[in-house]
């Protein structure tokens, strides 16, 4: 294939797996009215769904990532399974898919989020036992990788590596969090020896600030990337959680508030991707799955920590503040831009489903108005929702993305169903949705063809001037 061959069929890729997946126009089901010629027609399904209808889309996603996560070993070189695990070989790793999701990723945290919540919230176990399954390899096959690298010092090349040998936060963190939270809910093996390891390089080994931020050599050599919040914060958080000691709730909190006051803009209500020390006035750029990461550590970080905490109002109020900025930059399709500011750029799966997940659970935890936030999260889904796939793949998800210093890199990142990033969101997105669609403290009305989040002892509303 010649070079501009291989553009085209590029910028096809892109152009398919960047657009809407509905099919679309709808009209709104929940308007009984067929020949209302004030109803309008949308690009995404715009109505109430139902608790019934969410979790099948729920289950499409898990039925997808049970078969697209192999538990086994094979040989490297031609795919064969290994069963004998007494003596170690060079070529032996994890077996994958042609989506090559990486068990230990950083993206995998997020999905056995997803999984627990889901599990939690529809009592179906389903969900969960894939969390058991991958930590029960996990504890059955880490001795044997172990002894593979003793033997052989394959590095980064181990398939255990991220376990083994943690060297980021990406490494590190989220999947810490994870197996942190599965113990919490007695899913699976307890993997306190992993945690240990794991929470260690976040606590200890990670580079910082010399304020204590957790920090990156990279692409400066000091750098501050809105993704480590997540990467960092919530590890932290659970913790603090299963330890008790407040010094893992304080760093968590301290991180929170030192990267907001790098990264958020006050202006605009956004957190910019990166800082870096030698130009910290570089030009913002809003990177839609930043600001997702951002939001989602606070909430993460919400959830345990004691209310009494002195710095529980500061994180709270913070949150409040970003999720206001987001919510304005809602697009009409319910989808939010991969840069969060510039309406050009696509619309991204993952960084969406972050958004509604944290809209959701939000006024779900009562801290942010139904009234104001639920038509945002209610719109988010109906657009989300057209993401997933018949077999249960989310699509449009942007690939990994490192932080960059110009637009067209970020407008110019491919978007793809292999991309892990967007699958633990929308299942955490589903799940809060179930719950909100239930939440007793308010009314959803379906009144003048849209949606009021009414609370229940917000005083009684009236439409009698309204044919």
């Keep these: 294939m010649n070079l501009n061959a291989k553009l085209l069929a590029s910028l096809i890729a892109l152009a ?31 109505k109430k769904p139902t608790a019934a209808e969410i979790t099948d889309a729920l289950q499409l996603v898990r039925g997808y990532m049970e078969s697209h996560t192999p538990t086994r070993v094979v ?17 032996a790793v994890m077996d994958t898919t042609d989506a090559d999701f990486g068990l230990q990723a950083y993206e995998m945290g997020v999905v056995h989020a997803g999984m627990l919540r889901a599990a939690e919230v529809t009592g179906d176990r389903r969900f969960s036992d ?21 033997r052989f010092h394959l590095e980064r090349n181990n398939s255990f ?3 083994l040998d943690p060297r980021s936060l990406d490494d590190a963190g989220s999947m810490c969090a994870a197996m942190m939270r599965a113990r919490a809910a007695k899913v699976g093996p307890d993997m306190a020896s992993q ?47 299963m330890s008790g000691k407040r010094a893992y709730f304080d760093d968590a909190v ?19 991707h990166g800082w870096n020390a030698n130009n910290p006035d570089a030009p913002h750029f809003y990177w839609g799955r930043a600001n997702g990461w951002a939001v989602l550590s606070m909430s993460d970080l919400l959830d345990v920590l004691p209310k009494d905490h002195p710095g529980y109002p500061q994180v709270l109020a913070q949150l409040r503040k970003a999720l206001r900025g987001i919510g304005q930059l809602q697009s009409g399709s319910g989808l939010w ?8 750029s696509y619309l991204e799966t993952s960084a969406t489903a ?45 690939v990994g993305t490192t932080f960059a210093g110009d637009q067209v890199y970020y407008y110019n990142r491919p978007a793809s169903k292999d991309a892990l990033h967007g699958y633990g969101p929308t299942l955490l997105a589903g799940a809060e949705m179930i719950r909100l669609m239930a939440n007793p403290a308010f009314e959803i009305q379906y009144k003048v063809r849209t949606y009021h989040f009414v609370p229940r002892d917000g005083g009684r509303t009236s439409y009698r001037e309204h044919p």
């Design 16 to 46: 398919l797996s960047t657009s809407a997946h509905a099919d679309g126009p709808f009209r709104n089901t929940d308007n009984k009215n067929l020949k209302d010629p004030a109803e309008g027609s949308y690009p995404v399904p715009y």
């Design 75 to 91: 040989h490297r070189k031609d795919g064969a399974e290994i069963t004998d695990f007494t003596t170690p070989v060079a070529d």
């Design 130 to 150: 894939l969390t058991a399954r991958h930590l029960q390899f996990f504890a059955d096959r880490l001795p044997y990788f172990r002894a593979q690298e003793q």
């Design 161 to 163: 590596a991220r376990f």
């Design 195 to 241: 945690i240990k390891v794991c929470g260690d390089w976040v606590a200890k080994g990670q580079f910082r600030l010399k304020d204590g931020t957790l920090a990156r050599e990279r692409p400066q050599a000091v750098s501050l990337w809105a993704d480590d919040m997540y990467m960092g914060v919530p590890a932290l958080a659970e913790l603090g959680r």
């Design 254 to 272: 301290r991180n929170v508030l030192q990267f907001s006051g790098y990264l958020f803009d006050e202006k605009d209500g956004l957190y910019t």
């Design 337 to 344: 831009h991969q840069m969060l500011d510039r309406n050009d």
């Design 354 to 398: 972050i958004f509604v997940y944290t809209y959701a659970h939000a006024i779900n935890q009562g801290w942010i108005s139904p009234t104001t936030y639920g038509d945002i999260a209610l719109a988010g889904w109906a657009g989300l929702s057209t993401r997933i796939g018949k077999d249960g793949a989310v699509d449009g998800t942007c």
